[in-house]
């Protein structure tokens, strides 16, 4: 099966979605916590980020290379042999954000830059992030349809 590679801009919309997704829960829990206990704050901010670290990691693991986000863009994250993500790799992917942000997001920059739209991140992992196995199915049936319904006549011939 070939996989296309998904760009920059698309995954930069999923990373969005998936923000805005975690952003209004957080959010809540965070302001509740702080109006009852100030003092709270610093503990509650150290649990939510490894909520976020350990749910990342499972929704990569248990959704196939997907969040929320990616699922909604049709992208997913597989190993670059193009089998699925399993723990460890997972676990290193998620770490190697740390270097792509250092880098002043050049990291991440790098998949719009690569031929092979992989960022530092990715190249550390050994991930690529792929359109869904059923989009390309969809485009290949597409292009099936064409060649089976010539639009020149005289192919017909």
């Known amino acids: 099966m070939e996989y296309k590679h998904a760009g920059f801009w698309i995954r930069f919309f999923a990373i969005l979605i998936d923000s805005v997704i ?8 965070f302001g509740f916590t702080v109006s009852v206990n100030p003092l709270a704050a610093v503990s509650i ?6 909520i976020i670290i350990v749910g990342t990691v499972l929704l990569w693991i248990k959704w196939g290379g ?7 863009m049709g992208i997913r994250i597989l190993k670059s042999d193009y089998s699925e993500l399993d723990t460890k ?3 290193i992917r998620y770490f190697s954000y740390i270097l792509s942000t250092i880098t002043f997001g050049i990291g991440y920059l790098m998949v719009g830059l690569r031929k092979d739209k992989r960022g530092l991140h990715d190249l ?4 690529v992030v792929v359109y869904d196995k059923q989009d390309i199915k969809e485009n290949n049936y597409q292009s ?14």
Do not use: Y
Request: no cysteine; aromatic share 2%; charged share 30%.
């Open 22 to 29: 975690l952003m209004i829960p957080m959010s809540i829990i």
């Open 45 to 50: 901010n150290q649990l939510m980020n490894l």
């Open 66 to 72: 997907r969040t929320p986000g990616k699922k909604i």
């Open 89 to 91: 790799t997972a676990i």
């Open 124 to 127: 550390i992992a050994g991930t």
């Open 144 to 157: 099936e349809v064409k060649e089976d319904f010539p639009e020149n006549k005289e192919e017909i011939k």
